[in-house]
């Protein structure tokens, strides 16, 4: 905080599991999880009222499934062969990678009117529309609404449309 507050023009990005709309209507697993997540939205919030007027930005950046080395090896695939683990969890077809995270983060730092973020609950997805940005495979998943208008109303894993 005291570096945000030093250099103004400085962002503060939380990352998280779910956006505060999705987080809002959901219940999340446990309590426990379930207040974890929403937390750290609460946190960029916050500290979106402590940056703002010091010129800081503070977010809470979700990505959708994220084919993190740990997701990786649950799965027993590579980045290379991510596509095998649909077999055993079909909505897998969704993930993004780390790097599309990443180029959210990216964008947002280099964004000349990034204070029009302060406060924001976002998703990788999301950013990738305003921004223009893709995954490494060219593709922009937007997971956060595949989850909730296919994984979570029971429909068959189908990414049109949200690729």
Same mark, same amino acid.
């Given at each position: 905080?005291p570096?945000?507050?030093?250099? &103004?023009?400085g ?16 219940? =999340? ?9 929403? +937390? ?18 503070a ?8 084919? +993190?080395e ?18 055993? +969890?079909?909505?897998?077809?969704i *993930? /993004?990678? &780390?790097?599309?995270?990443? =180029? ?5 730092? +280099?964004? &000349?009117?990034? *204070?029009?973020?302060?406060?924001a609950s976002? *998703?990788?997805? /999301?950013?990738? =529309? ?10 922009? &998943?937007?997971?956060w609404?595949?989850?909730? /208008? ?7 894993a189908?990414?049109?449309g949200? =690729?």
């Amino acid at each position: 905080m005291p570096l945000l507050i030093r250099t &103004p023009g400085g962002l503060a990005v939380e990352v998280t599991d779910g956006t505060d709309e999705y987080n809002a209507g959901n219940y =999340r697993v446990s309590f426990f999880y379930d207040l974890a997540k929403a +937390s750290v939205n609460r946190m960029a919030f916050a500290l979106a009222h402590e940056l703002g007027p010091y010129g800081g930005t503070a977010v809470s950046l979700t990505p959708g499934w994220l084919r +993190s080395e740990a997701m990786l090896e649950a799965y027993g695939v590579t980045e290379a062969n991510w596509r095998d683990a649909t077999a055993r +969890s079909p909505h897998f077809a969704i *993930s /993004e990678s &780390p790097a599309f995270v990443g =180029r959210a983060v990216a964008a947002l730092a +280099s964004d &000349p009117d990034l *204070s029009r973020w302060n406060g924001a609950s976002v *998703s990788s997805g /999301e950013l990738a =529309r305003v921004y223009g940005f893709t995954d490494l495979d060219g593709s922009r &998943p937007d997971a956060w609404y595949y989850v909730t /208008e296919v994984q979570d109303a029971g429909l068959p894993a189908d990414t049109t449309g949200y =690729r």
